[in-house]
């Protein structure tokens, strides 16, 4: 997993966490995230909450059919939004980067499914009988010391399809940097292949 580094002042300030293959990176710098171009940051709007990644009820699916290892094969980034605690106004996401070297175990009992990747963030939630899910998890975010600077919201809404897994994945980043709060929530359209 990348460090997710240290947000500070000036233009070049920036953060990065990779979650289940996926590149996170919101901040202000004039460079890229590995990839991509900065986009503007679009206006507020109704960002996920600890109650949307958490707690969610168990699905209509009976048994353990779904189970396997799994990596990120391709991102789209669909939206970036500055939610309502953001106070450094230039602030954005970038990157539309999966790195394919993370490997997300997931296994299912009964209605409950479960993701791990390999450096041990876990996120759980719904599976239904036809293969549509829910899952859900609050991810910290640390500086390179290990002191946490924040929290990831992290909700992924998607299908297993064969040896497929496309998916939404919404990360919402809010951390303190020296410039102030940072509060970026992006919503993605990930493909996860099956390796095992």
């Not at 679009?42 to 109650?51: M, R």
């Not at 990644?53 to 048994?63: E, H, K, Y």
Request: charged share 15%.
């Amino acid at each position: 997993m990348m460090d997710p580094g240290h947000i500070s002042s000036g233009s070049k300030s920036m953060q990065t966490r990779v979650l289940f293959g996926v590149l996170a990176c919101v901040g202000t710098s004039l460079v890229s995230c590995q990839t991509g171009t900065l986009d503007v940051a679009a206006p507020f709007t109704a960002c996920l909450t600890v109650n949307d990644v958490i707690n969610i009820p168990p699905g209509n699916a009976v048994g353990s059919v779904i189970w396997g290892t799994y990596q990120a094969k391709s991102k789209l980034r669909q939206t970036c939004v500055q939610c309502n605690s953001n106070t450094v106004p230039e602030a954005t996401c970038t990157g539309d980067f999966v790195d394919s070297s993370v490997r997300t175990v997931y296994i299912q009992e009964d209605g409950v499914l479960t993701a791990e990747d390999s450096a041990g963030e876990t996120v759980t939630g719904a599976i239904n009988d036809d293969g549509s899910f829910r899952i859900g998890s609050i991810i910290p975010l640390t500086n390179s010391n290990g002191i946490q600077t924040g929290q990831g919201l992290v909700l992924i809404e998607g299908s297993f399809t064969g040896d497929h897994i496309v998916a939404t994945m919404t990360m919402r980043l809010t951390a303190n940097g020296d410039d102030g709060v940072y509060d970026l929530q992006a919503t993605s359209t990930v493909t996860w292949e099956r390796v095992d």
